[in-house]
C-alpha cells in the first residue's frame, strides 16, 4: 500500500482528475467535478516541485476542503443573477403598470393592444383606438387596462 502511494506523480494525478470529472457527466451532481478539479491542481503542483506523497494527499485534501466554499459561491452568483430579473418566467407581470397605446378600440368591455410584435387582448372601460391604456392586471393572456 505505502509503494502505491510512493509512486503517486503528476501524471497520475492528472489521469484520476479527468477520470472524476468524466464521473461528473455519467452522474450529475457537481461533486465529482471540484474533487477532479483538485487532483487536477495537484497534479500541475506535482509538475513544478515534485512533493512527497504525504504532501500530496495532503494538498488533494486542502483542494477539496476548499472546493466546497468555491462551489457555494458559484452556485450563489449563479443564482442572483435570476433574481436579478424577477420576471425571468412570468413575463406577463412585467406588464403592470405599463402603459401601451390601443390597437383596436374597446367595445363591449374587450379590445386589442400591439405590444413589440404581439396583439394581447384586453379588457377595460369602452375606449377609442389610439387611446393609452395603462396595464392593471394579468390574466393568462389577458390584459385588465385602465385609461392612463
Avoid: C, Y
Avoid at 111 to 118: A, M, Q, S, Y
Amino acid at each position: 500500500m505505502a509503494e502505491m502511494f510512493s509512486t503517486l506523480g503528476a501524471w497520475n494525478w492528472l489521469i484520476f482528475g479527468f477520470v472524476l470529472m468524466a464521473l461528473e457527466l455519467l452522474a450529475p451532481g457537481v461533486f465529482m467535478f471540484w474533487l477532479g478539479l483538485a487532483a487536477l491542481l495537484v497534479g500541475l503542483v506535482s509538475f513544478a516541485i515534485n512533493p512527497s506523497w504525504q504532501t500530496q494527499l495532503l494538498m488533494f485534501a486542502v483542494f477539496a476542503v476548499a472546493a466546497v466554499p468555491a462551489w457555494r459561491h458559484f452556485a450563489r452568483s449563479a443564482s442572483s443573477s435570476s433574481i436579478s430579473n424577477p420576471f425571468l418566467n412570468k413575463r406577463t407581470k412585467a406588464l403592470i403598470g405599463r402603459e401601451f397605446t390601443l390597437e383596436k378600440p374597446i367595445v363591449g368591455g374587450t379590445g386589442t393592444v400591439r405590444i413589440d410584435d404581439t396583439i394581447w387582448r384586453v379588457a377595460g372601460p369602452d375606449a377609442p383606438a389610439g387611446s393609452r391604456v395603462r396595464v392593471v392586471q394579468v390574466d393568462g393572456a389577458s390584459l385588465t387596462v385602465a385609461a392612463a
